[in-house]
């Protein structure tokens, strides 16, 4: 698959998830910033849409200040997701993760909106809640939408498989030098840089039993993109 053809499965997914989304009452709005932090993560693929959009507004130099801002305690995943449920399937035990929640907010975030917005990480997407965390403290997730979160997730990873994954900041660092733009877009990428995780494909989705049935819709949605 190539790159163009990586990005408009990517935009069908994003439709796909809007629309199933739509249907539960969420408090989340514009201006809700609670969970605009640090500590999001996100694949190449998602992070070369982001560049591009940048470059057609011409924004492509704030790419310099969320190099400056990124926070040096910011979360750095240390698995991927599908390598996540590739470890989970064998039983095996998933390296720890630490995640500090005062890592502060996102470094695209100016005056609580996201200045990204319209093509902001799918993680950013499809981070809901019933309820306004700004009030509960944390968000109140339909544990439905959790596991359609995670299939998604990891479908993006599967598309992305030459990519890498990793904090949002680091993607964005890593994809502004042009050489690693080149490289990704041509397919030739080689080891990923020390903040940066390789990506996989899927070999196993993370579907509680209680949600088997209820995902195969979804499923058959995404397993029909066809470009
Ligand atoms: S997840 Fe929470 S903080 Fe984020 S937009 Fe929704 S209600 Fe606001
Ligand atoms: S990219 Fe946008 S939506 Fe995502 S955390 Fe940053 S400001 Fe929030």
Not at 34 to 53: D, K, P, Q
Not at 118 to 141: E, I, K, L, Y
Not at 206 to 211: A, C, D, L, Q, Y
Request: charged residues 20%.
């Amino acid at each position: 698959m190539d790159l163009n053809t990586k990005l408009t499965v990517f935009e069908r997914m994003v439709d796909i998830y809007d629309r199933f989304v739509d249907q539960f009452d969420l408090a989340c709005k514009k201006s809700c910033a609670h969970c605009c932090t640090a500590n999001v993560t996100m694949t190449t693929l998602e992070g070369y849409r982001i560049i591009s959009h940048l470059e057609k507004t011409g924004e492509v130099n704030c790419l310099e200040a969320i190099a400056r801002k990124s926070h040096p305690d910011r979360f750095m995943p240390r698995v991927s997701i599908n390598r996540m449920a590739d470890i989970c399937a064998r039983n095996g035990d998933p390296p720890e993760e630490r995640l500090n929640p005062e890592a502060g907010p996102c470094a695209v975030l100016a005056d609580d909106a996201c200045s990204i917005y319209s093509v902001r990480p799918f993680g950013c997407r499809c981070m809901v809640s019933a309820r306004n965390c700004g009030q509960t403290g944390f968000a109140d997730m339909d544990p439905f939408i959790l596991t359609v979160n995670d299939v998604f997730l990891q479908h993006l990873e599967h598309i992305d498989a030459q990519g890498y994954t990793g904090n949002f900041a680091d993607v964005m660092q890593f994809l502004g030098s042009e050489g690693n733009r080149h490289n990704y877009a041509a397919g030739r990428l080689g080891t990923p840089p020390a903040a940066l995780l390789a990506n996989q494909p899927v070999f196993v989705l993370m579907i509680p039993p209680e949600h088997r049935e209820r995902i195969q819709a979804l499923l058959m949605q995404i397993r029909s993109i066809e470009v």
